[in-house]
């Protein structure tokens, strides 16, 4: 049998996933700054911080909608 869905954590948890995704991206600009790499490796982890900002904005939104549940009662 399939366990309940527990969304009393879901804003916590999504919170946590735009700090680390955030992080993530920090992380790829300091890496991008390394002589050595090659303008295709560049360009792949910009494209990579380009989803990595559309996911964060797409994290927010369902905290918004999570917040939303919790003010009227449905979570």
């Keep these: ?3 309940p869905d527990n969304r009393k954590n879901n804003v916590e ?13 920090e992380a790829a600009e300091e890496t991008m700054h390394n002589e050595d790499m090659t303008a295709a490796e560049k360009d792949a982890i910009a494209e990579k911080n380009h989803r990595r900002q559309e996911s964060i904005e797409s994290f927010k939104a369902e905290i918004a909608d999570e917040k939303a549940d919790r003010r009227n009662g449905r979570v």
């Design 1 to 3: 049998m399939a366990k």
């Design 13 to 25: 948890r999504l919170q946590k996933m735009v700090e680390n995704t955030k992080e993530n991206m």
